[in-house]
């Protein structure tokens, strides 16, 4: 993803209905990202690992990988010139999508999906879709998008069917920095229903407050508070998007108080309500 295509605030600057597809260098993100996307990723030469919900993931040439994009998330080492290709699929096309309903939640609760083994099509048919994209008129952007959407069932399916897989293994912590954001992201992702503020967390990662802002700073390139509310907004929508429960429900069990708050924080952060944004997915 390249920074132009993200606010200074680190959140999508295009629409979140809009599909797209794009290659260009990769290189270490100076900031942690988020926008309401579906996003599958394809490395064509080198290696690259992300920080995203807790955990270091390994991504290798060849592989696809996909996650929901809504949960912050960072390149942190990136081997020099890899070239990278980002699909971004709206929500609402994923949820659209027939996949099995338990991968669908696992995706939406922060799986990192890498696909099992390496097709040798896999990094022609993807290289293609771009080179067509850039030079496609409506009707073949939309058989691309259509195409995109069969490849991620296909991915879907093939990582249930090797669930024991360890195609992204586990990195070694690089500072003391990421050891300690992946102790603090981890615990907000456990904890994010409870009230929580920055003494809490450092007072649970056995680390003092400041290190942690700090440390998260220099990682993700915003504070710990700033990563919770992107990670309860990312909950929410995920409610939002799957269940009927009551907004009032979903402000509470997501940490944010009340319901005015959680209407308050989702529309500055998100443009709309949270009852627009499920009218938006074709919700009640």
Not at 34 to 43: A, G, Q
Not at 75 to 84: D, F, H, N, Q
Not at 112 to 131: L, Y
């Given at each position: 993803?390249?920074?132009?295509?993200?606010?200074?605030?680190?959140?999508?600057?295009?629409?979140?209905?809009?599909?797209?597809?794009?290659?260009?260098?990769?290189?270490?993100?100076?900031?942690?990202?988020?926008?309401?996307?579906?996003?599958?990723?394809?490395?064509?030469?080198?290696?690259?690992?992300?920080?995203?919900?807790?955990?270091?993931?390994?991504?290798?040439?060849?592989?696809?990988?996909?996650?929901?994009?809504?949960?912050?998330?960072?390149?942190?080492?990136?081997?020099?010139?890899?070239?990278?290709?980002?699909?971004?699929?709206?929500?609402v096309d994923f949820l659209?999508?027939?996949?099995?309903?338990?991968?669908?939640?696992?995706?939406?609760?922060?799986?990192?999906?890498?696909?099992?083994?390496?097709?040798?099509?896999?990094?022609?048919?993807?290289?293609?879709?771009?080179?067509?994209?850039?030079?496609?008129?409506?009707?073949?952007?939309?058989?691309?998008?259509?195409?995109?959407?069969?490849?991620?069932?296909?991915?879907?399916?093939?990582?249930?069917?090797?669930?024991?897989?360890?195609?992204?293994?586990?990195?070694?912590?690089?500072?003391?920095?990421?050891?300690?954001?992946?102790?603090?992201?981890?615990?907000?992702?456990?904890?994010?229903?409870?009230?929580?503020n920055l003494v809490d967390?450092?007072?649970?990662?056995?680390?003092?407050?400041?290190?942690?802002?700090?440390?998260?700073?220099?990682?993700?390139?915003?504070?710990?508070?700033?990563?919770?509310?992107?990670?309860?907004?990312?909950?929410?929508?995920?409610?939002?998007?799957?269940?009927?429960?009551?907004?009032?429900?979903?402000a509470l069990d997501c940490?944010?108080?009340?319901?005015?708050?959680?209407?308050?924080?989702?529309?500055?952060?998100?443009?709309?309500?949270?009852?627009?944004?499920?009218?938006?997915?074709?919700?009640?």
């Amino acid at each position: 993803m390249t920074d132009d295509q993200f606010s200074r605030s680190g959140e999508w600057a295009g629409s979140p209905r809009s599909f797209l597809i794009e290659r260009h260098t990769a290189d270490a993100m100076s900031a942690a990202h988020w926008h309401d996307h579906v996003e599958i990723n394809l490395l064509l030469d080198g290696a690259m690992t992300y920080l995203f919900n807790g955990r270091q993931e390994r991504v290798e040439a060849g592989r696809l990988v996909l996650f929901w994009a809504a949960i912050p998330h960072q390149t942190i080492l990136v081997t020099p010139e890899a070239p990278l290709i980002c699909v971004y699929l709206p929500l609402v096309d994923f949820l659209a999508l027939s996949i099995d309903k338990k991968a669908r939640q696992a995706i939406m609760q922060g799986a990192f999906v890498v696909e099992p083994r390496r097709r040798e099509t896999t990094p022609a048919t993807v290289s293609a879709w771009v080179e067509e994209w850039d030079r496609g008129d409506p009707v073949r952007r939309q058989l691309i998008a259509d195409e995109a959407k069969l490849r991620v069932r296909r991915l879907i399916l093939d990582h249930a069917d090797d669930r024991g897989s360890s195609a992204a293994a586990a990195a070694t912590p690089v500072s003391p920095a990421i050891r300690h954001s992946e102790v603090l992201t981890d615990l907000i992702n456990r904890h994010f229903s409870e009230p929580l503020n920055l003494v809490d967390l450092g007072r649970r990662a056995n680390v003092h407050p400041t290190t942690a802002n700090r440390a998260f700073r220099d990682v993700l390139g915003i504070s710990v508070m700033e990563y919770l509310t992107r990670y309860r907004l990312a909950r929410a929508m995920q409610r939002l998007a799957e269940t009927e429960d009551s907004i009032l429900e979903i402000a509470l069990d997501c940490g944010f108080g009340s319901s005015s708050r959680f209407y308050d924080i989702f529309k500055q952060r998100t443009g709309t309500t949270p009852r627009q944004f499920r009218l938006s997915l074709g919700k009640p």
